[in-house]
Each structure stands twice: as structure tokens, then as C-alpha cells.
């Protein structure tokens, strides 16, 4: 029962949905609907990169959307890029352009999430052979051209020159040139035993760390590659080789540390460095004197500690294997690709064609501090870059032992167990031969399980 | 049309909400993953039929069993734990005449109302090895404390000292059952001579084991599930460590990141029934254990 001054349920209902009606009719309009009122096609662009890598991947986003007034391009921040794609592409609401990890290019291409480029990038005049030979590995996929290199990354040996000023004396008694960094594996020993401090002066693994000269697991990011250096390799001829000796040797040699250091010590001294991207960040604060790391970390040293006086070597090899003109080149970069089922491929394309322009190539890589994927690069790009190792690391992109992860889908979960592995050998639990033993049976079960459903499938296996 | 049709419609229609909510939202993924377990499953192609492959899978694969391991050890440790920690505080929060009660079970209550995610941070900071609260504290009264993240040993222990945190849910409602213990039995077994622990024994536990059997249950269900607290402890840059993965862990990995969305399925059907069976086994175990006030 209603008494005088009260809303009835009906009087009530009819407002708000008189409310909702004019909001939907009158309300605020998103900057896409603005702009796509306009006449303008709206492309949706997901990347990862926020800070400093993100204004600038916005910067040339910007200069397209004013370079021409057909196609207006939104840049949008996305974590976990690799699965909400996923997810956007199965539900068939993707985005237009997605900015991936080189690592997720295989299992999207054999899924025929993203298109294939080679006719769309050619008709951009787009070539492979204007990048770099390593980098086709990561652009090529069961013979079609799925990805364009975003920025390139590749790994390489950071080193403290003021530490290795410091303990130059030990250094030279070691044979290693305080001046050059170390050249070898066997240089890389000698240099972390001349610059590892134990409190109290102590022998190594006699007390507690004050400072280590090299550590595997700092930062960490990369267990599959310590195999390589030693001349082994994770997959060869579709064969899951990582249990090979030579590959087994690459993770004696990562055990050999915490045993000589004492793990206990190890853990309890990494336990005191700062997560990557902070000031706190181990090699920042001169608690690790060499680490391995890509070219963004000078981006970190500018930002954080620009009085560092660093140097950049490639990851050391063995002598045996080790070749001035051939070193190894991790590959670890950011790639362009097309979603199926985004609204206009040929406009996707247009886009990345004007990102892949070699002054937009190398603003972006300015911003990043990494290497240029492109084969001819500017001198001024060198002049301006702010990474000491910037030719270096273009270099490593085409180098002949440039090598990235084993290009199948089935690696995700495969490098899942390096990082398990390692961490347990690391921590001195089991030896290093059964363990990759044990890491190549897996491997191998995976790509036979693989091969095995796409052949149920009717598929092509790879 | 009857007065009794017209009023099934009426519910019917009142309740539709939540039958399509539930229809929708549950059942239909319920059945779906029921399929998808039986299927090759790799989210962006179609799903296609191999039989018990996936179940099959699941019995030699050295990382289900190691979940599995991680999974069970971590409940046996978590689930009496936090019911004996829960027991304790909420016998002390209920004990008459306590000062400040309200306060005191609000600064127990409190932690559970933290997102878990948050708390899961700060429990990465208090186990830091070098600088965490809980080893300077040890380190105070001159114990060296472990490497709490990075030790195998200790990520169990870790996590169940974690669990502790998300213990005063389980305390409101054991303050809640023991308040509604009849006071004239407290009297009765005071002057037949027991002492507060007998009578917490004899009088309080038999008569709140309704609400010891409701926690319990949620509890095992919740150990069995836990995902958020491991996944921050025991995942980082430099990817997992064995010691601390678990179960939901293991099959989120198999869905979202593998793209083996036919064998997660598999995974967290078997889930369903471990947790139906042992509900099942508790409830059983409950007719001889639990005493509800006023059955015959």
C-alpha cells in the first residue's frame, strides 16, 4: 500500500528506465565512436609496453594516425598480451595488430590464429632480406612469413667495468683483459672468481657473499640457453637433443657455482637483490658483476644509475668453440602480427608498414636502447643510441649462431621444466645429466604427442 | 488456469534470473568441460573426440602426480592446523568477561577481508630470506631462518603458515556456535568439578561440531583449490619451482598458457570428484562424530 508522498514501484521502474534510455541516447561517446563517426576506420593495437617503451611505440602510432585520415589506429596497453589475444581471437572479437613475444609466433601460426604476411608485406614492399638473418627464424613459420620484428632484442654479457678496474690485478693474473671483458666461458670462471667477495676475506663458499662476480640466476629469465655455449643444442632435426653431453655439460658448468659458492650462501644473498626494473636490481647495485641481460637493460642503467661504468661482451663459449666472427646471439624480441578475423588485414598492414619505415625502425629501438633488426642502419642511429653495446648487439641479430627457442608450440611447456630444472640443479638438488636426460624424454614426448594429434587431424607436421 | 499453475509460473518467473544465471553461467560450462575432457583441445581449433586419452594422460604424467603430491601434503598440513588455530583463538575470543572482544575479533577478522593478491605480496616480503619480518624476528631470539621461498623444505610449510592468515572466517563462526552453547551446562560441568580445557572438551567441542564439520569441508575444498597464494610465492620472472606448484596451478598452466584446454578439463574433473568423494566420506564420518542440538 502507497501512502501520499511515496514512489510507487512502476513510478519508480519508468524513471530509471527513462534514465537509461536518455544515457544511451545522449550519453558521453567513447574517443572510437568520436573518431569512427568521422568516416575513419578504427584499429585496435595491443601491445605490452607501458613507461618509457610504451610513449614511445605511441609516438609513432601517433605519427601514422597523422600521416594519413583513412585509418586511426588506438594504441592499447595489454598484460598478459599472449592470452587475452588468445582469448579475443577464439571469441572472434580480436584486435586489429597484436604485439607478441617471438616465443608465441609458432603455436598462433600452427593454430592459423594470425594470417600469413608474405603477399600483404609484399605488397608494402616489405622484404625478409631487408632484416637481419637471424631474425628470420623468428618470422618464418613452417615456410610462410607470420611475423614483422617489432624491436630486436638479443642477449649479451653486461659487464661492471669499475668492479673489473678494481680487481684488475686478479683479473690479469687470470689471463683476462680488465679492459675487454671476458672472451671465453673459461675467462667468464676467471673473471667471477677475481671479482666475487666473500665476507671476512673468506675463501668461496666459507662464508657469506659480498658480492658475485657471475650468477646464472640473475636475472634468470633465460634457463634454456646454457646448453648452447658449450656447443650442444635443446632440438635439432625435429629430435629433442638437450640431453646430449655437450648440452649437459652447459648445466654442469651452472651447478658449479652454487657448489663452489655454498648454496645456502647463494640463495641467501640473492634473496637481498631488488627485482629486475628497479634501482635495487642486483647488477645496478654492483652486488653481481657480470650478468647476462638484453639491450634494455641500458635503458634501466640511464634511468636508475647513469654514472655505471659498464661494458657489453657476447655470452661467452668455450675455447674450443669460441669465434670473434661468429658469436652466439640469443635472440629475444617483439614481433607484429596480424589476428585472423581483425577487420581489415590491408589496413593492419598499411600500419605495420609504416612502423617497419627504418626512421621509425630506429626511433623506436633509440627509445628501447635495443639493436636495429634491419640489415642497413643509419650511422646517426649509432651516434645517438644510448646503449654502449648497441653495435653489438645489432651484430648478434645476424650473426651465424644466432639461435632462438625451438619453434614449435609445444615449447611453452617444455621450457617450463628448464626453469624447474634449473632451479634444482641451482639449488643442488640432482645431477645435471639425468635431470636433462629427464628434460629431452619430456621434450621429445611432447612434439611426438604433438605431431601425433596433428596427424589425428589430418594436419601437416612441420 | 489453477491457483497452483499460476503460482508455479509466478516462481518460475521470479526465480528465472537465477535458473538462466545458473543454466548459463554453470551448468552449460559444467557440461561443456564434462565434453571437452574427452576431447583434443587446443582453443583455437575445434575440439576433437579421444576417448579416455586425456585420463590416461593424466596417470603418467610425472608433473599431475607431483601437483597432486604437493596438493594432499599441503591440506593434511593446512586443514588441522587452521582448525586447531581457529579453535583456540575463537575459545579465547568467547571466554566471558574478555576484554575489547569486539576489537580483537575484528583484527581477526580483518586479514580476510584483504584481497588475496595483496596479502599474498606481503607474505612475499615478510619470507624474504635476507630482510623478511619473520627471519630478522628469528634471527632476534638467535635462530638462523630458512630460505623460505627458495628451499624446497620449507615451501610447504610456507604456504601453510600463509593459510593462517584467512582464519578468521572459520573463527566467526566458531565464536558464533560457541555463544550458542547453553550456559547451564557450563555451570553443570563446573560444579561436577572440570577445569576450563575439560570443560572446552566434553561441553564446547561436541556441541559446535556442526559448525567443525561446515568448516572443515570449506576448508578442504579451499586447500585443494589454492592457487593465488602459491602462484606469488612460487612464480616469478625466473618461472616456477616445483616445490610450491600446485594443483589449480598446474591445470590453469595446461588451459591458458599450453593451450590443452581438452586435458585441463580432464584435470578438473578428476578435482571434482576427489573433492565430491572426500565431502562424501566427511559427511558419512559425520553421523557418528557430529552432534546437532535436538535430533533424537
Given at each position: 500500500m502507497t501512502t501520499p508522498g511515496d514512489i510507487s514501484r512502476r513510478a519508480a521502474i519508468g524513471t530509471l528506465a527513462a534514465g537509461a534510455a536518455w544515457f544511451a541516447a545522449f550519453g558521453p561517446r567513447s574517443e572510437r565512436d568520436a573518431i569512427a563517426s568521422k568516416g575513419k576506420l578504427v584499429l585496435d593495437y595491443w601491445e605490452k609496453w607501458t613507461g618509457i617503451e610504451g610513449q614511445a611505440m605511441q609516438k609513432i602510432v601517433d605519427a601514422f594516425n597523422a600521416s594519413q585520415d583513412k585509418i586511426y589506429v588506438r594504441y592499447l596497453i595489454t598484460n598478459s598480451i599472449h592470452q587475452k589475444s588468445l582469448i579475443a581471437i577464439l571469441g572472434g572479437a580480436?584486435?586489429?595488430?597484436i604485439g607478441l613475444y617471438a616465443f608465441n609466433v609458432p603455436s598462433y601460426s600452427e593454430a592459423r590464429a594470425i594470417l600469413p604476411l608474405d603477399d600483404l608485406a609484399a605488397s608494402h614492399g616489405?622484404?625478409?632480406?631487408?632484416?637481419?638473418?637471424?631474425?628470420h627464424q623468428v618470422m618464418r613459420h613452417d615456410g610462410q612469413w607470420t611475423a614483422i620484428i617489432n624491436t630486436c632484442g638479443t642477449l649479451a654479457l653486461y659487464w661492471n667495468r669499475a668492479i673489473f678496474r678494481e680487481c684488475a690485478d686478479a683479473l690479469k693474473a687470470s689471463g683476462v683483459d680488465p679492459d675487454k671483458g671476458p672472451q671465453t666461458i673459461e675467462q667468464l670462471d676467471a673473471a667471477h672468481v677475481a671479482t666475487t667477495r666473500v665476507a671476512g676475506g673468506?675463501?668461496?663458499?666459507?662464508g657469506p657473499l659480498?658480492?658475485?662476480?657471475?650468477?646464472?640466476?640473475?636475472?634468470?629469465?633465460?634457463?634454456?640457453?646454457?646448453?648452447q655455449p658449450f656447443g650442444?643444442?635443446?632440438?635439432?632435426d625435429g629430435l629433442?637433443?638437450?640431453?646430449s653431453p655437450d648440452f649437459v655439460k652447459g648445466y654442469q658448468w651452472v651447478q658449479s657455482y652454487p657448489r663452489e659458492l655454498g648454496s645456502e650462501h647463494v640463495e641467501k644473498f640473492r634473496a637481498g637483490f631488488g627485482p629486475?626494473?628497479?634501482?635495487?636490481c642486483a647488477f645496478l647495485t654492483g652486488k653481481v658483476a657480470m650478468c647476462v641481460q638484453g639491450p634494455w637493460m641500458a635503458n634501466l642503467i640511464n634511468q636508475y644509475t647513469p654514472t655505471l661504468d659498464y661494458g657489453v661482451v657476447p655470452i661467452p663459449m668455450i675455447q674450443s668453440l669460441a669465434d670473434p666472427a661468429r658469436p652466439l646471439g640469443v635472440i629475444d624480441t617483439d614481433v607484429l602480427v596480424i589476428p585472423r578475423g581483425c577487420k581489415d588485414p590491408e589496413a593492419s598492414m598499411q600500419f605495420i608498414a609504416f612502423t617497419q619505415r627504418p626512421e621509425n625502425v630506429e626511433a623506436l629501438a633509440l627509445a628501447h636502447c635495443k639493436g636495429s633488426p634491419l640489415v642497413k642502419v643509419s650511422e646517426s642511429f649509432y651516434a645517438q643510441h644510448?646503449?654502449?653495446?648497441v653495435r653489438l648487439h645489432t651484430a648478434l641479430a645476424s650473426s651465424p649462431r644466432a639461435f632462438v627457442p625451438p619453434?614449435?608450440?609445444?615449447w611453452t611447456e617444455w621450457k617450463d621444466g628448464f626453469d624447474s630444472t634449473i632451479q634444482d640443479l641451482w639449488r643442488?638438488?640432482?645431477?645435471p645429466g639425468p635431470a636433462m636426460e629427464r628434460l629431452q624424454a619430456r621434450g621429445q614426448s611432447l612434439l611426438d604427442q604433438a605431431a601425433a594429434r596433428r596427424a589425428m587431424r589430418g594436419e601437416r607436421n612441420g | 488456469m489453477s491457483a497452483r499453475t499460476r503460482n508455479l509460473i509466478s516462481g518460475l518467473l521470479w526465480t528465472s534470473p537465477w535458473l538462466v544465471g545458473f543454466a548459463v553461467f554453470l551448468f552449460l560450462p559444467l557440461a561443456m568441460s564434462l565434453w571437452y575432457s574427452f576431447t583434443d583441445y587446443p582453443l583455437l581449433k575445434p575440439p576433437v573426440y579421444i576417448g579416455m586419452e586425456n585420463y590416461t594422460g593424466l596417470l603418467h604424467d610425472d608433473k599431475f602426480w607431483l601437483v597432486v603430491k604437493n596438493t594432499l601434503v599441503y591440506s593434511a598440513f593446512a586443514i588441522p592446523l587452521s582448525t586447531l588455530v581457529s579453535l583456540v583463538v575463537a575459545a579465547w575470543l568467547a571466554?566471558?568477561?574478555?576484554?575489547?572482544r569486539g576489537f580483537f575479533l575484528g583484527a581477526v577478522f580483518?586479514?580476510?577481508?584483504?584481497p588475496m593478491m595483496a596479502a599474498a605480496m606481503v607474505w612475499l616480503w615478510l619470507f624474504n630470506?635476507?630482510?623478511?619480518l619473520i627471519n630478522v624476528l628469528l634471527k632476534f631470539v638467535g635462530v638462523s631462518g630458512p630460505i623460505w621461498l627458495n628451499d624446497a623444505r620449507w615451501s610447504i610449510p610456507a604456504l601453510v603458515l600463509t593459510g593462517l592468515w584467512g582464519v578468521g572466517q572459520m573463527v566467526v563462526v566458531y565464536v558464533a556456535a560457541i555463544n550458542e552453547v547453553p550456559a547451564a551446562l557450563y555451570e553443570a560441568a563446573t560444579l561436577d568439578g572440570m577445569g576450563p580445557v575439560r570443560r572446552f572438551q566434553h561441553v564446547t567441542l561436541p556441541l559446535i561440531t556442526p559448525a567443525v564439520l561446515f568448516n572443515v569441508i570449506t576448508l578442504t575444498i579451499g586447500s585443494l583449490q589454492i592457487f593465488v597464494m602459491p602462484y606469488v610465492l612460487f612464480r616469478n620472472e625466473q618461472g616456477q619451482r616445483d616445490s610450491g606448484n600446485m594443483y589449480n596451478l598446474l591445470l590453469y598452466d595446461n588451459a591458458?598458457?599450453?593451450?590443452k584446454f581438452g586435458y585441463a578439463s580432464a584435470m578438473a574433473w578428476v578435482q571434482l570428484l576427489v573433492v565430491l568423494a572426500l565431502t562424501g566420506i566427511m559427511m558419512f564420518a559425520s553421523k557418528r562424530l557430529v552432534h546437532y542440538r535436538g535430533a533424537a
Open positions: 580480436p584486435p586489429d595488430v616489405l622484404k625478409m632480406s631487408d632484416y637481419a638473418s637471424g631474425l673468506a675463501p668461496l663458499g666459507k659480498e658480492r658475485a662476480g657471475f650468477l646464472h640466476l640473475e636475472p634468470g629469465w633465460w634457463s634454456w640457453i646454457w646448453g650442444g643444442h635443446i632440438m635439432q629433442a637433443t638437450c640431453g629486475y626494473g628497479t634501482p635495487q644510448k646503449n654502449r653495446g619453434p614449435v608450440p609445444e643442488l638438488r640432482g645431477e | 571466554t566471558p568477561g574478555l576484554r575489547a580483518l586479514p580476510t577481508l584483504v630470506a635476507e630482510n623478511g591458458f598458457v599450453y593451450q
